[in-house]
């Protein structure tokens, strides 16, 4: 499944450089993850990078979008395929 950024987030901006598909970006308030390109990780990390570098633990998975590591390893493959990698 996705992460996503809960209100609790201090705006350090140390994970949006730590992401290697480009999914978290400024929201309104907060720092958000696009569910459509967050993979966890999976395909280029053992762990979802964001979550080892953020200081208030507050990047949880997100229920509202489970996939599985099947999914989350195809998703990784279309985001590569459309980047050309």
Known sequence: ??????????NCDVC????????ISMG???????P?????CVGHFDEPQCQQ???????PRDPAHEENAIQLMAKYH????????
Do not use: Q, R, S, W
């Open 53 to 59: 570098v953020c200081p208030v633990e507050c990047i």
């Open 36 to 40: 459509n390109k967050c993979t966890e």
């Open 16 to 23: 949006e450089p730590e992401c290697p598909n480009d999914a």
């Open 78 to 85: 279309a985001l590569m395929k459309a980047k050309g990698a």
């Open 1 to 10: 499944m996705a992460l996503f950024i809960t209100d609790e987030c201090i």
């Open 28 to 34: 309104i308030e907060i720092y958000v993850i696009d």
